[in-house]
Nanobody, 120 residues
Framework: QVQLVESGGGLVQAGGSLRLSCAASGRTFSTYAMGWFRQGPGKEREFVAAISWSGGATYYADSVKVRFTISRDNTKNTVYLQMNSLKPEDTAVYYC?????????????WGQGTQVTVSS
C-alpha cells in the first residue's frame, strides 16, 4: 500500500513557474514508477509525465514536453514536477500516481490532487 500526498499547487501568472511535490509513504517507494496526471475544468483526466523507478526513463505528454520536468529523490520518497512557462491551459487539478514496477497508463495508487491555476 502506498499513500501519496501532493503539494506545491497555487495561483501563478502565465509564463511563471511552479514545482509540485508528491510525498509517498512506505519503504518500497524506490521500486515504484511514478507519474503525474491532470484534470482541467470540464475536461477528462490526462497524462502529464512519468518516471521509472530508477529515474533513468522519463515520459511526457506532447503538450508539456520541454516546459515540464519530472524527477524523483528516492532518499526522500518524493517525486517532483517542475513546471515552467505555464499557460492558462495548464490550469487543472494535478494528481500524483504510483505503480509497482514499470509504468502503466492506469496506475494503481493515486493522491488527492493539488490545484494549479494559471492566470492570463
Amino acid at each position: 500500500q502506498v499513500q501519496l500526498v501532493e503539494s506545491g499547487g497555487g495561483l501563478v501568472q502565465a509564463g511563471g513557474s511552479l514545482r509540485l511535490s508528491c510525498a509517498a509513504s512506505g519503504r518500497t517507494f524506490s521500486t515504484y514508477a511514478m507519474g503525474w496526471f491532470r484534470q482541467g475544468p470540464g475536461k477528462e483526466r490526462e497524462f502529464v509525465a512519468a518516471i521509472s523507478w530508477s529515474g533513468g526513463a522519463t515520459y511526457y505528454a506532447d503538450s508539456v514536453k520541454v516546459r515540464f520536468t519530472i524527477s524523483r529523490d528516492n532518499t526522500k520518497n518524493t517525486v517532483y514536477l517542475q513546471m515552467n512557462s505555464l499557460k492558462p491551459e495548464d490550469t487543472a487539478v494535478y494528481y500524483c500516481a504510483a505503480d509497482p514496477g514499470a509504468w502503466r497508463s492506469d496506475p494503481k495508487y493515486w493522491g488527492q490532487g493539488t490545484q494549479v491555476t494559471v492566470s492570463s
